[in-house]
């Protein structure tokens, strides 16, 4: 009977909060996607907080500072969301450092130049807005809610990032080739944070069902291609794609093939940086466990 009225609620998009009912698989589904969300969130804040003591002027330092702390607060907002689920942050960030938890495929890559830094915000903040927007439309109540104030800073977050690669697009040749070299090698890495083909996709299926997903991945896969594409013609950057082309037919960008041997080899932790990433981690983990103790502590003395 539970399983009738669930889904009837989630039929009248009625949202599913921590104190409803739910089946098991929908409360094990949302652990998954919302704990490598949070984790793919924290680890995404290596890649470009590498750049902050070298960013080429203290504005540029000021606006790079500003959206890696952002990232930090949306992975608290999500493992916060994730928690209601009945899951500890102990037990989450235990699940990423044994490698049971997965992150997004994309941070596994080394950022080698400035201009990889507006790559960055521009197409992977970019993926994530166009992700994240459909997900301000999830059925579970916490998750909606974090998306709606996470999708407000992913919008300053992708800007920074274009105009910097606007600027170094316009800017002397080498500053060109930098960014079209950024370009070469986030592109593809960039629209595989989307997932596998939804044919290839074993968990879209209960995502849509259940409302956690509102478009599948192939769907926003071609919505963040075609929005991408007339950004860098802009800007005169070339994306790395020769069979990219419109289909007026379509009304969408016709693409190539993604090479998903080297997608399911990063996500299974052979990739440039997984390695590195990791053991980041592992180390800022480890020397902050003070800061958790004393602050329990604290909590602890304050309730007694
Ligand atoms: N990197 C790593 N693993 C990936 C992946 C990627 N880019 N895409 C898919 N996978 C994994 C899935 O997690 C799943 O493995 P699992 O069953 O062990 O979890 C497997 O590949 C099959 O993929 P599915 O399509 O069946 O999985 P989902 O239905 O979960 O779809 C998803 C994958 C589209 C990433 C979905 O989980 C999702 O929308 N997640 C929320 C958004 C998110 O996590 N974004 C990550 C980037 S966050 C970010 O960029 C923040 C920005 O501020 C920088």
């Given at each position: ?129 166009v992700n994240q927007v459909s997900l301000q439309r999830t059925s579970y109540g916490p ?162």
């Amino acid at each position: 009977m539970s399983e009738i009225i669930f889904q009837e609620r989630i039929e009248a998009e009625k949202k599913i909060e921590p104190k409803n009912w739910m089946p098991e698989k929908y409360r094990k589904h949302l652990i998954r996607q919302i704990s490598q969300h949070a984790h793919s969130e924290i680890i995404g804040m290596q890649p470009e907080g590498e750049w902050i003591t070298r960013a080429p002027s203290l504005r540029a330092k000021m606006i790079l500072l500003a959206k890696v702390q952002d990232e930090a607060g949306h992975g608290l907002y999500l493992y916060s969301a994730c928690e209601t689920l009945g899951i500890s942050r102990e037990e989450l960030v235990n699940q990423l450092h044994n490698q049971e938890a997965k992150y997004s495929s994309i941070f596994n890559y080394p950022t080698l130049s400035w201009a990889d830094v507006g790559a960055i915000g521009w197409l992977v903040d970019g993926a994530a807005i166009v992700n994240q927007v459909s997900l301000q439309r999830t059925s579970y109540g916490p998750y909606s809610r974090g998306m709606v104030k996470i999708c407000k800073e992913e919008s300053f977050h992708q800007r920074q990032g274009y105009e910097i690669m606007t600027e170094m697009a316009r800017g002397t040749k080498e500053q060109k080739e930098m960014a079209q070299d950024a370009l070469n090698r986030f592109w593809w890495p960039s629209i595989m944070m989307f997932g596998p083909h939804d044919s290839d996709s074993p968990n879209s299926g209960n995502a849509m069902k259940w409302k956690i997903k509102r478009q599948t991945n192939d769907e926003l896969r071609q919505s963040f291609i075609d929005k991408t594409v007339p950004q860098a013609e802009i800007i005169g950057l070339k994306i790395p794609d020769p069979d990219l082309k419109w289909n007026e037919e379509r009304g969408h960008y016709d693409f190539g093939e993604i090479d998903w041997d080297e997608f399911w080899n990063v996500v299974n932790g052979n990739g440039p940086c997984n390695d590195q990433r990791l053991k980041h981690h592992k180390k800022a983990h480890d020397e902050g466990r003070w800061v958790r103790d004393a602050a329990k502590a604290y909590a602890k003395k304050i309730s007694n």
